[in-house]
């Protein structure tokens, strides 16, 4: 039977404990449970298990970085748990730590939590590490919020990385919002040919496959680079951008299925402006449905002044 993992991420002092806390005293999440919680960092909040509906809650403090999956397995059958709450070292990045979870183990739901005062700061100076943990989160909890500031600066960080994640704003005067910001589209959905210019192909491909439906039977126009499937089928190839997403060291090229009969006669590497048809399909590159492009016209281009796409 598989155990859930609830994930909690953020840098020290960003609420977690208090937030793991308080959900360990609400017996709506405590019904008995056997929990085991492994917390990564030690901060000034310290977890009280005296104030839980149920007693059935164990606190394991384990270094992040070295722990093994042999470790982690003997802690849950140490206490017979039936689920995990993880409370993350902000520090490091989390999956490493995933990757290390024993193989019933299952994750849940993982909520990041930040300080509304200084995040902005660790996204300057630590902006890996806050991609890192933006990237995967469901919901981001910033908290410490002046009730007054301006929320655009919060969601746009929010909401570049990960543009599902749902957000909530904690403000010092003791109330609660969720973000209710509109996210326009760079492009028009509606024209008859949807142009992408080169500053906002990232954001298209991000868009594009995670709802491609909304795509279906549009038509599309953009500048990439000729690239080759893997699994290289005849008449088709990937044109795409080079995609950075925080660092240069997660560069990635990032293409879409194109149905094209002369894609032998391409270069690769080479930059095309490529006008093509969408359509929803099955495609071993999605796992499952996703966009494929037939191309209406391919001709050459110069490089994107910017040549890797960011967001």
């Not at 155990?3 to 991420?9: E, G, K, L, R």
């Not at 954001?203 to 496959?209: A, E, P, V």
């Not at 995609?243 to 095309?272: H, N, Q």
Request: with cysteine; proline share 7%; aromatic share 10%.
């Amino acid at each position: 039977m598989p155990i859930p993992v609830y994930a909690f991420t953020g840098f020290l002092e960003a609420g977690k404990t208090k937030f793991i806390q308080e959900t360990l005293e609400d017996p709506r999440f405590n019904a008995g449970e056997r929990t085991l919680v492994l917390v990564c960092e030690e901060g000034e909040e310290e977890y009280d298990p005296s104030t839980y509906p149920h007693k059935a809650v164990y606190l394991e403090s384990i270094d992040q970085e070295t722990v093994t999956t042999e470790a982690l397995a003997a802690l849950q059958k140490k206490h017979h748990a039936q689920r995990v709450v993880v409370e993350l070292n902000g520090m490091q990045m989390i999956e490493p730590f995933y990757q290390k979870m024993p193989e019933d183990w299952q994750l849940a739901q993982e909520v990041m939590f930040a300080d509304a005062r200084t995040i902005l700061a660790y996204n300057t100076n630590l902006r890996s590490l806050v991609v890192d943990k933006l990237a995967g989160a469901e919901m981001v909890v910033f908290n410490r919020m002046d009730p007054k500031a301006d929320r655009m600066p919060l969601h746009k960080l929010a909401r570049a990385q990960n543009r599902r994640i749902d957000i909530v704003y904690d403000c010092t005067d003791g109330t609660t919002a969720f973000d209710d910001i509109e996210d326009p589209l760079p492009f028009d959905m509606n024209a008859p040919v949807i142009e992408i210019e080169d500053e906002d192909y990232a954001l298209f491909y991000r868009d594009i496959t995670e709802e491609p439906k909304k795509y279906a039977g549009k038509t599309v126009r953009f500048k990439g680079q000729v690239a080759r499937l893997k699994s290289d089928k005849p008449g088709m190839f990937a044109p795409g951008r080079f995609v950075m997403t925080c660092c240069e060291a997660d560069i990635t090229f990032m293409g879409l299925p194109c149905r094209y009969p002369d894609c032998k006669k391409l270069t690769m590497r080479s930059w095309i402006d490529l006008t093509a048809k969408i359509e929803v399909k099955n495609h071993p590159l999605f796992h499952g449905p996703g966009p494929i492009l037939t191309a209406l016209r391919v001709t050459p281009a110069e490089p994107a002044r910017q040549e890797v796409a960011t967001f």
